[in-house]
Nanobody, 114 residues
Framework: QVQLVESGGGLVQPGGSLRLSCAAS????????MGWYRQAPGKERELVAR???????NYADSVKGRFTISRDNAKNTVYLQMNSLKPEDTALYYC????????WGQGTQVTVSS
């Protein structure tokens, strides 16, 4: 069973920054693509960013140029640096496998508001 613990969310003003972290266990972290997902109220969960085991990244169009995903295989941790935050980034953020996600964690709430 995959175990995922997200942290780093909070309340931030528009234009601000946050860094999310996700500690993973129950998988061979280094060989798996990892992703950050988000779900806003009344909307479906969407993939925000993915990082493959090679370090290749891809992003949703809505966050390109503002968000950066990275990973530390020694710590089994994936990060999401979020800059220039907008109110529409408000959501519950989750990490999971980059493909075929399962066993969702609790997520971490990001609220962008003045």
């Amino acid at each position: 069973q995959v175990q995922l613990v997200e942290s780093g969310g909070g309340l931030v003003q528009p234009g601000g920054s946050l860094r999310l972290s996700c500690a993973a266990s129950g998988i061979i972290f280094s060989i798996n693509a990892m992703g950050w997902y988000r779900q806003a109220p009344g909307k479906e969960r969407e993939l925000v960013a993915r990082i493959n085991r090679s370090g290749t990244t891809n992003y949703a169009d809505s966050v390109k140029g503002r968000f950066t995903i990275s990973r530390d295989n020694a710590k089994n941790t994936v990060y999401l640096q979020m800059n220039s935050l907008k109110p529409e980034d408000t959501a519950l953020y989750y990490c999971n496998l980059g493909y075929n996600p399962r066993d969702w964690g609790q997520g971490t709430q990001v609220t962008v508001s003045s």
